[in-house]
Every structure is written in structure tokens, then in C-alpha cells.
């Protein structure tokens, strides 16, 4: 168990959605007695054509437009969720990732020495669950740090961005 002292760093994982975004005002009340430096992540799942192998140039070239896109609508939502007055008197950072969701949010929390990973879960059972997988269940069995995960679908988020 890390001590309380020692967790100076939280990688709070953000998808633009209000259910993510619920983690906020619950992990506040931690993060700031603590002052600790947040650093928000987004991942960017890139979409690939299911014909690729027949894509042509322009195919793929749109296809990469399409995930710079993605990419600068992920860095704007960051930015503006760091821009909130929730976050005064914290130390915000951003970073947008791409990829696998749980293995980017376990890269990130490596690179950013992150003490802490704070995430959402929509709590999705059953048939979704196997058809959809769970993040936040693949970033708690993977991660090295302590996850702290919230049930979004009993609490109403407080903040709303985009």
C-alpha cells in the first residue's frame, strides 16, 4: 500500500462523456487536501477499415485525416476541461494518446509516473459486457499502481465541457 504522502500524481482517464467526466468531482475531494498534479488522458481508438487490405491511397489518406481529427478534438476537449475552475490552484496536464484503450492508459500512467489511476465504469454487465469489454477492468488487472474506479451510473457528473 502506497502511503498517503506518496501520492503526489493522478492519471485521470477522460473519454468526452459525462459518465467519464463523473469521476471529477469525486476525485477533486481527494486531489485537492492532497494537492496533487492531475494529468488528463483521453485515447484516441483509431478506426480501421474493415477492407483494408483493398483500401486505396485516398482511402487511406482520409482515413488519417480522420484520425488527426479525432487526435485535435481530443486535445481541444482536454484543454478545455483543464481550463475549468474546478481544476484552480491544481497542476493540470493534458496528454492524448492513441490506440487500445487499457493499454494506453496503463503507457500513460508508466510515463507520467502516475501514483494513481482514476477512471469511470458504466457498470455494463452480461451480454454488453461481453460484447463491449470492460476498460476499467483490463486497466485493474493490469495496472502497477492503485486504480481508483467509480460506478458512474449512480453518480450525476457536476462538470460538462463539450
Excluded: C, N, W
Excluded at 471529477?24 to 478506426?47: G, K
Excluded at 481508483?148 to 460538462?160: C, D, I, K, N, S
Amino acid at each position: 500500500m502506497t502511503p498517503p504522502d506518496a501520492v503526489r500524481r493522478a492519471l485521470i482517464t477522460l473519454d468526452g462523456s459525462m459518465v467519464a467526466e463523473a469521476i471529477l468531482p469525486v476525485f477533486l475531494r481527494i486531489a485537492y487536501p492532497l494537492e496533487m498534479e492531475l494529468v488528463l488522458v483521453r485515447v484516441v481508438v483509431p478506426t480501421v477499415s474493415a477492407r483494408a487490405i483493398h483500401d486505396t491511397p485516398q482511402t487511406l489518406e482520409d482515413s488519417a485525416s480522420a484520425g488527426e481529427h479525432m487526435r485535435e478534438e481530443a486535445e481541444k476537449y482536454l484543454r478545455a476541461v483543464a481550463a475549468t475552475p474546478v481544476f484552480d490552484r491544481l497542476r493540470v496536464l493534458t496528454t492524448v494518446r492513441s490506440g487500445e484503450a487499457p493499454r494506453e492508459i496503463i503507457a500513460a500512467a508508466k510515463e507520467t509516473r502516475a501514483d494513481v489511476i482514476a477512471m469511470t465504469t458504466h457498470g455494463r454487465t452480461g451480454l454488453s459486457r461481453l460484447l463491449f469489454g470492460s476498460v476499467a477492468e483490463a486497466v485493474l488487472r493490469t495496472a502497477d499502481v492503485p486504480v481508483f474506479v467509480l460506478r458512474a451510473g449512480h453518480v450525476e457528473a457536476t462538470l460538462r465541457v463539450a
